[in-house]
Nanobody
Framework: QVQLVESGGGLVQAGGSLGLSCAAS????????MGWYRQAPGKQRELVAT???????TYADSVAGRFTISRDNTKNTVYLQMNSLKPEDTAVYYC?????????WGQGTQVTVSS
C-alpha cells in the first residue's frame, strides 16, 4: 500500500499563487508516475499534471504555462506550484501515484480562487 498526504491548499485571489505538496509513504518502491488531478463541483476528475521518476512532465492545456510540477525522489514528494490562478482553477486537488497496475490517491486538498 501507498499512502499519500497532500498539503498546501487554501483560498487565494485571482492572479495569486499557491503551492501544493504530496508526500508518499509505505510501499513506495516502483512508483513511476506521480501527478495531480482536480475535481470541481459537478464535474469529473481531470488530470492537471504528471511527472515520471525521470522528471518527464505533462500538463493539461488549461494549466500549461501557469502550473509547474516537480518531484524530489529523495523525499518521495511531488509538488505543484500554481501561478496566475483563475477562479476556474477552484477544485479539490488530488495527488496520485501509479505503481505497476495500481493508482493510489490522496485525500484531496481544497483550492479556492476568488474573483
Amino acid at each position: 500500500q501507498v499512502q499519500l498526504v497532500e498539503s498546501g491548499g487554501g483560498l487565494v485571489q485571482a492572479g495569486g499563487s499557491l503551492g501544493l505538496s504530496c508526500a508518499a509513504s509505505g510501499s513506495i518502491f516502483n512508483i513511476n508516475t506521480m501527478g495531480w488531478y482536480r475535481q470541481a463541483p459537478g464535474k469529473q476528475r481531470e488530470l492537471v499534471a504528471t511527472i515520471t521518476r525521470g522528471a518527464s512532465t505533462t500538463y493539461a492545456d488549461s494549466v500549461a504555462g501557469r502550473f509547474t510540477i516537480s518531484r524530489d525522489n529523495t523525499k518521495n514528494t511531488v509538488y505543484l506550484q500554481m501561478n496566475s490562478l483563475k477562479p476556474e482553477d477552484t477544485a479539490v486537488y488530488y495527488c496520485a501515484a501509479k505503481k505497476v497496475m495500481t493508482t493510489y490517491w490522496g485525500q484531496g486538498t481544497q483550492v479556492t480562487v476568488s474573483s
